[in-house]
């Protein structure tokens, strides 16, 4: 009896402890780095680039597991197409149906955009060492995009290839899920550092590649530090 007693009393000081360390309004900065994908039917072969992101976040925990964050974060997001164009024969009919040349190339995306997530936070730990499970929506503010199209065949690439020019098919803003887990660390001095993964799944498009809807998905390790 007298074990179990002193088992409750410690839970009780250490919870208590917890929502001491915990609750309460906390504010700092975030960075992280991950890779991002366009997903779209208007696009062949897509493939992944890297995502870098920076910004602020904002925190209110009611107790020790249970919180809600905003973040204001700055999101490069950028990705790639692989496709060809054919080029019919000049000779046409004479030369017979369908012959001509296949010249591929590559496309290059990039956006920025202003991403501001709300997540609702659970929180389990105790003696300044926590894990965080997080869920919610993100609203994102496309500020502007750039695309270029490189060709394998140089002679071909100077004419019809082109620079880096802005992406005229871009929303004014989508939403997305952003989900993931991660670990906070109190310092002695009642700083907060963490460490999370998340991944970021698209809503609702930001624009459109060959009149086909696209959205963003991407995954990042990030970090923090609050006060």
Request: proline share 5%.
């Amino acid at each position: 009896m007298k074990k179990l007693l002193y088992a409750a009393m410690c839970f009780v000081v250490s919870t208590a402890m917890a929502q001491s360390e915990l609750t309460g309004f906390h504010y700092g900065a975030k960075a992280g780095i991950g890779e991002s994908t366009f997903n779209s039917a208007g696009l062949a072969d897509v493939n992944g680039r890297l995502l870098v992101m920076g910004g602020f976040s904002a925190s209110y925990n009611f107790n020790a597991y249970f919180g809600l964050s905003a973040e204001f974060l700055g999101t490069s997001k950028a990705s790639i197409n692989r496709d060809k164009t054919f080029v019919p024969s000049p000779g046409g009919p004479i030369i017979g149906p369908g012959s001509g040349t296949d010249y591929y190339y590559t496309d290059r995306f990039r956006t920025i955009d202003i991403e501001i997530p709300i997540l609702p936070r659970f929180t389990i730990g105790k003696n300044g060492f926590y894990f965080q499970a997080f869920a919610g929506p993100a609203i994102n503010f496309n500020v502007f995009g750039v695309t270029s199209r490189t060709y394998e065949d140089a002679n071909y690439n100077a004419n019809n290839g082109y620079p880096e020019q802005p992406m005229t098919n871009l929303k004014t803003s989508s939403f997305s899920a952003v989900y993931g887990f991660g670990v906070l660390v109190l310092a002695p001095n009642n700083q907060l550092f963490s460490v999370d993964f998340r991944v970021s799944q698209g809503l609702t498009p930001f624009g459109t590649f060959n009149g086909q809807e696209a959205k963003h998905n991407y995954f990042a390790i990030s970090v923090g530090y609050a006060l």
